[in-house]
């Protein structure tokens, strides 16, 4: 015959598992619909275009830039329609 305490132990070890189950199937329901999260980049893209006074684009323009705290720059040329555009800046 089992006393009170040996005869609740399974009913113990069974509430446990369930509160263990429906934890982890929070979590993964959690992680299934949170939002991915992108990579985050370290750099970015500086794009313009380059007109004269009356709007007409200007080909063939240098455009430089310049890192202030190291000197170091970049330059690109304009296209036929005056857009430049500098990758990974």
Do not use: H
């Not at 684009?57 to 296209?79: C, F, H, L, Q, S």
């Amino acid at each position: 015959m089992q006393t009170p305490v040996t005869a609740r132990r399974p009913l113990r070890q069974a509430a446990m598992l369930r509160c263990s189950l429906s934890s982890l199937l929070a979590a993964l329901l959690f992680v299934a619909w949170s939002p991915r999260a992108g990579a985050q980049v370290l750099y970015g893209s500086l794009v313009g275009n380059i007109g004269d006074e009356s709007g007409a684009a200007v080909p063939g323009a240098t455009v430089t830039i310049r890192n202030k705290e190291t000197g170091a720059a970049r330059e690109a040329t304009t296209d036929a329609s005056g857009a430049y555009r500098f990758d990974t800046v």
